[in-house]
């Protein structure tokens, strides 16, 4: 084998690692996304029994994992039921209170294992004789987790209490689909060097 030709080889077995890895790792890496939800942020609705978030992704059904809660303008929480979920949708059932600004807090556990929550807020103004206008009364406790498992009660930010939180449910989950990922990847990168280094190694053929 001409030096030439094992040049051009060397730089297409690099060049098919590197295209490789980063598309295996950021398939490992990536967290579900919320796609939509009902009741938008920023949204101002007359009546609500639920509120819908669906991702772009199932997540994970672990006992506990997955938390919805909607604070009033009074501090109380007006979820009346624990969120299901169906696919890559979460509902939750609700009854709200007074007229005012609501926030939502919910947290979920990705497809790839990691917890991932987020904060909004929509505006509660019913009309004379719409669905809930007398009122619920509310719960000084949030109805389903402790009271920092959602994303409210622990904001946003702290996304690393979440993942603390559901560490525990994590370990017996299905293998993560990151360490999958980062596997896979590993694999093929040390295929394609295996197999340059074996054929740079060959003795050139006799004549």
């Known amino acids: 084998m001409t030096l030439a030709r094992r040049t051009r080889l060397a730089a297409a077995g690099a060049l098919v690692a590197l295209v490789a890895l980063p598309l295996v790792s950021s398939a490992a890496f990536a967290h579900d996304q919320l796609v939509s939800a009902d009741p938008l942020a920023s949204a101002t609705v007359e009546s609500l ?73 929509f505006t509660y103004s019913p009309t004379d004789g719409s669905a809930g206008s007398a009122g619920s009364a509310g719960s000084e406790t949030p109805l389903c987790g402790d009271a920092a498992g959602a994303g409210g ?46 054929i740079l190694r060959k003795p050139r053929d006799r004549e």
């Open 153 to 198: 009660a622990a904001a946003p930010d702290s996304a690393g209490s979440a993942q603390e939180e559901t560490r525990a449910d994590e370990t017996r989950s299905p293998v993560s689909g990151l360490w999958i990922g980062v596997g896979v990847g590993g694999f093929a990168v040390l295929a394609i060097a295996a197999a340059a280094w074996a």
């Open 49 to 121: 029994d639920e509120v819908t978030l669906q991702f772009n992704n199932a997540p994970l059904g672990l006992e506990g994992s997955n938390l919805v809660r909607v604070v009033g303008p009074d501090g109380r929480f007006y979820e009346t039921g624990c969120p299901t979920l169906a696919g890559p949708v979460v509902t939750a059932p609700i009854a709200l209170g007074e007229a005012g600004e609501y926030e939502v807090q919910w947290r979920v556990v990705s497809s790839d294992g990691h917890p991932i929550a987020e904060n909004y807020s």
